[in-house]
């Protein structure tokens, strides 16, 4: 079993990992909480979550917890 630590790191240390963390999950929450919003960034990272055969994305690609 491995055993992982929980690392926390100040955004001053500008990391490329949280960079680009930011990058990918701002547009989503922000589908996520106005839909109707125009997003260019999410109408591109759209096309790389995996869907179901119908083409659902919610629940395959994409997990939104309360």
Not at 35 to 40: A, E, K, L, V
Not at 52 to 58: A, E, W
């Amino acid at each position: 079993m491995l055993a992982l630590d929980l690392v926390m790191v100040d955004k001053k240390a500008n990391s490329a990992g949280l960079q680009f963390s930011d990058l990918v999950a701002r547009p989503i929450g922000r589908h996520v909480l106005q839909p109707d919003q125009p997003n260019r960034a999410w109408a591109i990272l759209q096309g790389k979550f995996r869907t179901s055969q119908r083409g659902s994305l919610v629940g395959w690609g994409l997990k939104v917890f309360p």
